[in-house]
């Protein structure tokens, strides 16, 4: 794994940090200094000289586990992530994977609690204090 120093400007702001390619479109970002993001974020990637734009990025997930990010399982859910269209197929993804946490998902998402109680429901679960439980009685209902 190489990483390369870079400037990345997001909205006002811009910090130094450096990035690592995976695969294909796919990279990680590592930061200098905290940068407050959410999912489907932009970003203007630039040379460490800052005299040229070398790409523009989007935010596909704020949070990667910090073993296995080569695996071939793992770098199928992130493209997966990145073809998610909206919150729905977001979560679809994040639960393909398990347990979602629900305050990480709301911030990444920035969703607020309806938003996210009527995703949760959506899904078939429903929230059992900070992860979506599920919930096979409301499927059997519903039928």
């Given at each position: 794994?190489?990483?390369?120093?870079?400037?990345?400007?997001?909205?006002?702001?811009?910090?130094?940090?450096?990035?690592?390619?995976?695969?294909?479109?796919?990279?990680?970002?590592v930061?200098?200094?905290?940068?407050?993001?959410?999912?489907?974020?932009?970003l203007?990637l630039?040379?460490i000289?800052?005299?040229t734009?070398?790409?523009?990025?989007?935010?596909?997930?704020?949070?990667?586990?910090?073993?296995?990010?080569?695996?071939?399982?793992?770098?199928?859910?992130?493209?997966?992530?990145?073809?998610?269209?909206d919150?729905?197929?977001?979560?679809?993804?994040?639960?393909?994977?398990?347990?979602?946490?629900?305050?990480?998902?709301?911030?990444?998402?920035?969703?607020?609690?309806?938003?996210?109680?009527?995703?949760?429901?959506?899904?078939?679960?429903?929230?059992?204090?900070l992860?979506?439980?599920?919930?096979?009685?409301?499927?059997a209902l519903?039928?």
């Open positions: 794994m190489q990483w390369q120093p870079l400037h990345i400007h997001h909205a006002a702001s811009h910090v130094t940090g450096r990035i690592s390619l995976l695969e294909g479109t796919l990279a990680e970002l930061f200098d200094t905290p940068l407050w993001l959410a999912d489907n974020d932009r203007v630039r040379d000289s800052a005299r734009t070398l790409a523009g990025a989007r935010v596909v997930t704020l949070n990667s586990p910090r073993r296995g990010k080569r695996k071939p399982e793992y770098l199928q859910w992130l493209s997966a992530l990145e073809n998610a269209r919150d729905s197929a977001a979560l679809a993804t994040h639960l393909e994977r398990g347990a979602v946490n629900i305050p990480d998902f709301v911030w990444a998402r920035q969703l607020n609690g309806d938003g996210m109680r009527q995703l949760i429901e959506q899904h078939g679960f429903y929230s059992g204090g992860q979506p439980v599920e919930c096979p009685c409301r499927r519903a039928a």
